[in-house]
């Protein structure tokens, strides 16, 4: 909470100082005015003392609060709002609630060692799913690394992408056995640099080697993304140079979600620090906190003997003459339909929100978080963007629709050649598509197409069925036994692993030509 606090201290600034210039009238006039109620009583001439005292209306009553102490009050407040304190940037809805994070898992022979049960990947595994899902919508991606660094996951909102491609990961998957962290560091920060804004670096490892520690304690002087170490061994093991590193924040693995809620807290300062440093993203104007502290004081002059008439005149006429901006913040319970939204983002009513925002961008992605993925797809497919096209595809892959995001994700690539996130999904749709045509043919008896159980057809699309001999008179006329579900996740982790190595062993081919 203090780190909350001092980073809001240190950010305060007003976003119209002009209306402070207010406050000297204001303070003139109270004290013109309290001087002539508060003076002294004149002493009667022509009459006793007591006399004068018992006839004075008001006599004895304690006059320390009068009328213009609570107008002035007001006033100052209504004038401070017009300023627009402010202490935080408007965050885009676009982007998560906190910093987007890379996750960088060892993937090492040392991380196989079974002093926390099953053993110390699998741990590591299952705790980076449940930080996933304790950032639901957050931007998380996914690198692994051994001799050698490989991106698993490029940053997502959605943990689908690379949850079973995490399951997959072994040190048998990896092309070169080893601790290469500094290469993971640098694919990771690479990463990041695609995103809006800056994030974090979470390293799940064992153990740091003395080899890397250079290149960590130089990324700690920068000043860039903050690298948080979760250690995946048991109290009291050996982590190796993690205590070289300054300033390093280290969270031990628990059994409980203490480590993650610190993970958590470290992330969370990193997205305020990268959105007070936005100089893209507007303040956010605080000023209604003020209007809501004033009008209990308004409501005091409804009582007989506070009632000010020129104070409200005078109400009323700053109010045509106010900032349109202020004015719509007072008319408008203090909000612009899209701020509105933005109230609704946050409290996850989606619906809601989609309703309200107006910025076709925010609609379509409040779209997209409702599950109405055909109107988001729609809305996106009007814009011309990079980030629209992208957009579309996925909200085309979540509604099934696999051919239409493929071409959104080509047409993003077409608006721009860089775009990682996008070359990322359209490989996964379309080996999608190619799993699901696959399944379907395999699966297919003809009864659909019309095509009788006794014909044979061939299938050659894309060299299917091409130089295959079949004896129908040697089958038999009941199907093959359908795999269980044990049977059918073992298949696919083990495709998704050789799918993997295949993938990290081109990459290192790649890396090695000149």
């Not at 119209?16 to 309290?34: E, H, K, T, V």
């Not at 402010?86 to 960088?104: D, F, Y």
């Not at 809620?261 to 893209?280: F, G, N, Q, V, W």
């Amino acid at each position: 909470m203090m780190d909350v606090f001092w980073d809001a201290v240190s950010a305060f600034r007003f976003l119209r100082p002009a209306f402070l210039g207010l406050l000297l009238p204001i303070g003139l006039l109270w004290w013109a005015i309290r001087h002539q109620l508060v003076k002294p009583d004149q002493p009667t001439r022509g009459m006793a003392p007591h006399l004068a005292r018992a006839l004075t209306v008001g006599a004895g009553k304690d006059r320390r609060f009068v009328p213009i102490d609570g107008v002035a009050i007001c006033l100052i407040l209504l004038s401070l709002a017009a300023a627009g304190p402010s202490w935080t940037r408007v965050p885009n809805p676009l982007l998560a609630k906190t910093a987007p994070m890379v996750v960088v898992l060892e993937v090492s022979r040392s991380m196989e060692a079974p002093d926390l049960p099953p053993n110390r990947l699998e741990r590591a595994k299952f705790k980076i799913l449940d930080l996933v899902e304790a950032r639901a919508g957050a931007r998380t991606g996914l690198i692994a690394y051994g001799g050698t660094a490989h991106q698993v996951a490029p940053l997502t909102e959605d943990p689908n992408v690379f949850r079973v491609m995490l399951e997959a990961l072994s040190p048998a998957v990896m092309p070169t056995p080893g601790e290469n962290a500094t290469d993971a560091l640098k694919l990771a920060k690479t990463a990041l640099q695609s995103s809006q804004t800056p994030g974090a670096i979470l390293f799940v490892l064992d153990a740091l080697d003395a080899n890397d520690a250079a290149a960590f304690t130089a990324d700690a002087q920068t000043g860039d993304a903050p690298v948080i170490f979760l250690v995946a061994a048991p109290k009291g093991a050996a982590t190796g140079a993690l205590a070289q590193i300054p300033g390093a924040t280290v969270v031990p693995l628990s059994a409980d979600d203490s480590d993650i809620k610190a993970i958590e807290r470290a992330t969370a300062s990193a997205y305020r620090a990268a959105l007070l440093e936005d100089e893209r993203l507007e303040w956010e104007d605080r000023g209604w906190v003020l209007g809501w502290l004033a009008m209990p004081l308004l409501l005091i002059w409804f009582r007989r003997g506070w009632t000010m008439r020129w104070a409200v005149v005078a109400l009323l006429l700053g109010g045509t003459v106010a900032p349109s901006s202020a004015r719509a913040d007072v008319l408008d319970w203090f909000f612009t339909p899209d701020q509105r939204g933005m109230i609704a983002m946050r409290d996850k009513n989606y619906s809601d929100a989609a309703k309200r925002f107006q910025h076709p961008m925010w609609r379509g992605y409040a779209l997209l978080k409702s599950g109405d993925y055909e109107e988001a797809a729609d809305l996106y497919a009007r814009i011309d963007t990079p980030e629209a096209a992208f957009a579309e595809g996925l909200a085309r892959m979540r509604n099934r629709q696999y051919r239409p995001a493929i071409a959104a994700y080509e047409r993003a690539l077409t608006l721009r050649p860089d775009y990682a996130e996008a070359e990322w999904n359209l490989q996964v749709s379309r080996a999608v598509l190619e799993y699901v045509e696959s399944a379907r043919e395999a699966g297919d008896t003809g009864e659909e197409t019309g095509v009788g159980a006794d014909d044979v057809v061939f299938d050659n699309e894309a060299n299917r069925g091409a130089e295959t001999d079949t004896d129908f008179s040697e089958q038999e006329d009941t199907p093959p036994p359908m795999q269980t579900a044990e049977q059918w996740m073992r298949s696919v982790d083990t495709d998704m692993g050789d799918f993997l190595r295949a993938r990290f062993v081109q990459e290192n081919a790649t890396r090695d030509q000149p």
